[in-house]
Each structure stands twice: as C-alpha cells, then as structure tokens.
C-alpha cells in the first residue's frame, strides 16, 4: 500500500498531554496526525478517516463536528463516552468504539481494596500511625456482606466476580433484571433500585454516564441506604450530587464513601470532601495500571486491524444507549 493510499487517523489528546505509546505502529498502517483542541482539530478533521480520542472529557469534537468531511469511525481510549454522545454524532452514520475490557480487573481491583478498607478501618489506622498513636479496636469481617453493583456490564462484571470470590454477597443493577448470571447473585432491573439500595452494606456506582444516570444518587438514593452503608463510586463523577453526598455523610443517612470520580475534577483544595474521615479519595486513576496507555494503543490497533479487512469492530457503542452492549 502507498503512503498516498494509506487511511488518515487523527488522535485527539488533551492539551499538553503527551503523544500516546505505540504510535509508531499505528504510523506504519495510517497517516497520522494530532490535535489537542477545537483550532487544531478544525485544521486536521479534514480528510481524516478515523479518530482516535484519549482525551474523555473533550467538548472539540463536537465544536468541529463541521469539518468532519471523511470520518468514518471514531474509537475513545476510555470505557465511558458521555463527552462524545453529542446530537449531530448520535444521529450521524460515524460508528463510535470504546476501551471496554482494558480496565475491568483493575477496577475491580480498586473496588474490592475499598470495600476491605472500610472493613478493617485501614484509613483509621492510617491517621493513628501518623500521630504515632497506639489504639487497639475490633474490625468489621467483610465476609457475607451485601455489594450491589449499580451497572451491571463488563466492570460491573469483574467487581462481581471478584468480590464474591471474596466470600461478599454480589448484587447488580441493570437495564433489564437477568433471571440468571454466573456473576452476581441476582441482576436486577432499574426499577428495583431503591428497593435494593435497602440491602446493601457496600453500594458501588459501575454505571455510565447518561441522561438516565446523571444524578442518579441524590438525597432521595441515599434515604434508601442503610446508614451502615458505603458509597462506592469509580463511574462518572455527576451520577453523584456532590452536595446531597456531603448532606448524607454529615448527618449518618450514610457511613461512608470512596470516591474516585467527582463531579469537578480535580477537585477544589478547599473542597470539604478532603477533610472528611469517612470518605477516601483518589485522583480519577481506580482503573489506570502500569502500562495502561500502551494497552490502549494495542487495543486499538487490534480493531484497526479488523477495519483496514472489513470485518465488523468489537466495542461497538450504541449510540444511543451511550455503552457499549454486551460482548
């Protein structure tokens, strides 16, 4: 194939973020180019046949969607695709794949080091070290506890699996209640949300971000916990309502949260969820392992593949959902 023949990727990343690893061979099949912002991705959108986005929280695309005259198939680097769900894509003929996959085991990872700190009260015991302070106290045992998975697909998945071959009882919530899943102990549908929120000692948010899920935890989902319950979140950061979170956390409705996700991110320095002794935080990385954006450029070659042959992608979102369905 002659360099004029070959197809023109565009690989969108956030201002001043670095070049993705494995570009080489992405270069080697594809005229390459990059844009980090609306202006640039204006001047490369032209003639681009597909687009490779590492930056989830980009509103360029949909400022340049214009300039689109070629594209054909967009590909983001990430599980969640909320900033890309614009109405002219949506509505448009582009097909859109995601990262599904790349970040399942470490989530889970993260979800179940959560549930076992809040368990053994680690981060206690964290601040009693720093004052060099002797205080011996009894532990809850997270074994046969409840953990109800808010989105119940390839994440929701893993932590299911995971946690319950760590003895907890895993629960999920999906679109439609499945009547069986070698996962979970049940699956059951949206409706039955709040219902299920009452048995549950460990609530993880698993779920994309959609017009169905934003602010889906509200004052009135946190009523419906137990207030010996955690909160759990390694989603999207507006599922939750920040304040009523806060408002639940002050007054007991509920005992706990560790937080990935945050509806502003970074999170303000003077934001009050920093100096609260039960909830833990950390910077939006519960899924991101060494070597994780390697993985990513691998993933994506591996589809290309399958383009530059005909044959049909793995990931595919539905657009309309805004997730992509199951494998």
């Not at 687009?51 to 929280?57: A, L």
């Not at 946190?222 to 007054?251: C, E, H, Y």
């Not at 519960?286 to 990931?315: C, M, P, S, V, Y």
Request: proline share 4%; aromatic share 8%; with cysteine.
């Amino acid at each position: 194939m002659t360099q004029h023949n070959k197809p023109v990727v565009t690989v969108l990343t956030a201002p001043g973020e670095q070049e993705p690893p494995g570009m080489d061979a992405v270069r080697a099949r594809a005229d390459v180019r990059f844009a980090c912002d609306e202006q640039t991705l204006r001047d490369t959108l032209p003639g681009t046949d597909i687009m490779m986005v590492t930056d989830f929280r980009t509103e360029a695309l949909a400022a340049a969607w214009h300039t689109a005259d070629r594209l054909k198939w967009i590909h983001a680097t990430s599980a969640g695709v909320d900033a890309l769900m614009f109405p002219d894509l949506i509505k448009g003929d582009v097909i859109v794949t995601n990262a599904r996959g790349i970040f399942d085991r470490t989530i889970a990872e993260y979800v179940l080091c959560t549930i076992l700190m809040f368990a053994k009260d680690f981060p206690n015991s964290i601040r009693l070290q720093m004052k060099h302070e002797w205080k011996h106290r009894d532990t809850e045992r997270a074994e046969g506890k409840q953990v109800l998975v808010v989105g119940a697909g390839s994440i929701g998945r893993q932590i299911g699996r995971l946690v319950g071959a760590a003895g907890l009882q895993a629960h999920g919530i999906a679109r439609k209640r499945r009547k069986e899943d070698p996962d979970f102990v049940a699956v059951h549908g949206n409706d039955d949300l709040y219902e299920q929120l009452g048995h549950a000692d460990f609530v993880v948010i698993a779920a994309p971000l959609t017009p169905q899920t934003e602010g889906l935890f509200d004052e009135k989902a946190f009523k419906a916990m137990k207030k010996s319950a955690r909160l759990i979140n390694i989603g999207r950061g507006p599922i939750v309502k920040t304040d009523d979170l806060i408002a639940a956390l002050q007054s007991g409705e509920i005992a706990g949260a560790g937080l990935d996700v945050f509806e502003e991110e970074p999170l303000p320095e003077n934001h009050p969820l920093w100096d609260m002794e039960n909830v833990t935080m950390t910077a939006h990385m519960a899924g991101d392992f060494i070597g994780w954006k390697r993985a990513l450029t691998d993933q994506f070659l591996e589809n290309f593949d399958r383009w530059h042959k005909g044959e049909e992608l793995f990931n595919l979102v539905d657009k309309e959902l805004g997730y992509a369905g199951s494998k």
